[in-house]
């Protein structure tokens, strides 16, 4: 029998969010954000209840019939404007694991390769019932304008250059789980590398952010023409108390890392001129065995996806014992079943959250 076979009711079970587990002296928040556009509007108690959300998320996932019925009845429509596999599926499976109904749509199906505008789009779905919106979009600022137009919750899966908040997200509970985490959940004295294609990365932006508030000591690693620009982010984040650095030097970037988190050259964003070619690239920046031994020993090995394996990370190093991109993977349908958990009790047509 599958799990489509069986009545919702027999298989839900009601979920709690455990508040339980945070610290005696912590105050219980409640979720106010309608949109996760980016993670920079996130305080730290609510990074904390995304955390918390997300261990019970993973506790449904552990489940035989790993099913809630918090959003039934409440339409999740699924918008991608770019290639993905991971993030659309993740987001995808999240919500079917909380009983939503579920739209695909593939944007070069459907009128907008006729030239329908974003609004036009975003004005359309609504009138077909979405009621939760997941939004990918080549163009940065894409999620806001649906944001401006939508009347229920828009979620960032990611648009242009600039943020990624559910993968970053998921990278600090990746980090906080795999690592252990201070009992205020904090990363202080982990050194945190990012390697790669930073200027392109809207994955390595919302991170920043993220890592940062979390305590950790975040450097940036790439050759000059990838990581411009971050040197005035890193000196006001200096200002604000921030750990943060940027180096082209990937020796100095990873010794003693606890984390070390490769990114893909995009290729797809990237002008002509900024790479001699990927094979200077991969023998000077790639993730190596060896460069790996620069690191403090059992340092987690970190990627987004889509891998291209022997550029920016060798294969054994993705697939060796220091990995936890699969547990990237599992742990981002438990954020993105937090966070629409969370969004779904903002709902301004109130949805019913068992
Ligand atoms: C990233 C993205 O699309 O921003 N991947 C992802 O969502 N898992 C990174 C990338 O494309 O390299």
């Known amino acids: 029998m599958t799990l489509t076979d069986r009545e919702p009711q027999a298989a839900a079970t009601a979920l709690e969010v455990p508040i339980v587990d945070s610290p005696p002296d912590a105050q219980p928040v409640s979720w106010t954000h309608r949109h996760l556009l980016d993670v920079d509007v996130l305080s730290w108690p609510d990074i904390e209840l995304v955390m918390r959300t997300t261990d019970a998320m993973r506790e449904v996932l552990g489940r035989p019939i790993a099913k809630v019925p918090a ?3 409440t339409n999740v429509t699924i918008l991608f404007y770019e290639a ?4 659309r599926v993740s987001f995808e499976v999240a919500a079917k694991n909380l009983s939503a109904d579920v739209v695909n749509i593939a944007t070069t199906t459907s009128s907008v390769s006729k030239g329908e505008s974003l609004v036009d789009t975003v004005r359309t779905v609504e009138a077909l019932g979405a009621r939760m919106l997941v939004i990918r979009h080549p163009v940065s600022g894409a999620p806001a304008l649906a944001a401006e137009v939508f009347s229920g919750s828009v979620l960032n899966g990611g648009d242009g250059w600039h943020a990624h908040p559910t993968q970053a997200l998921l990278d600090l509970y990746t980090i906080r789980a795999s690592l252990g985490a201070g ?6 004295g982990r050194k ?7 200027l392109h990365s809207r994955v390595a932006r919302s991170n920043i952010w993220t890592l940062t508030a979390a305590g950790a000591d975040l450097w ?3 050759p000059a023409t990838l990581v411009r620009g971050f040197e005035a982010w890193a000196g006001r984040g200096a200002a604000a108390g921030r750990r943060f650095h940027v180096t082209t030097s990937v020796d100095e970037a990873l010794r003693d890392a606890d984390v070390v988190m490769a990114l893909r050259i995009q290729r797809e964003r990237m002008g002509s001129g900024l790479l001699p070619s990927l094979r200077e690239y991969a023998a000077r920046y790639g993730l190596t065995r060896e460069r790996l031994a620069l ?3 059992g340092a987690l090995v970190m990627h987004p996806g889509p891998m291209n394996e022997g550029v920016e990370i060798a294969a054994d190093v993705a697939a060796g014992a220091q990995s936890v991109i699969t547990d990237q993977v599992t742990n981002g349908v438990a954020v993105r079943m937090a966070i629409l958990y969370l969004l779904a009790g903002t709902h301004p047509v109130g949805t019913e959250v068992a």
């Open 71 to 73: 959003l039934r009845g």
């Open 84 to 87: 993905s596999t991971r993030t």
């Open 183 to 188: 009992r205020d959940g904090s990363l202080a």
């Open 192 to 198: 945190v590398v990012i390697l790669g294609d930073v």
């Open 220 to 222: 940036l690693c790439g």
């Open 295 to 297: 690191a403090r020993p």
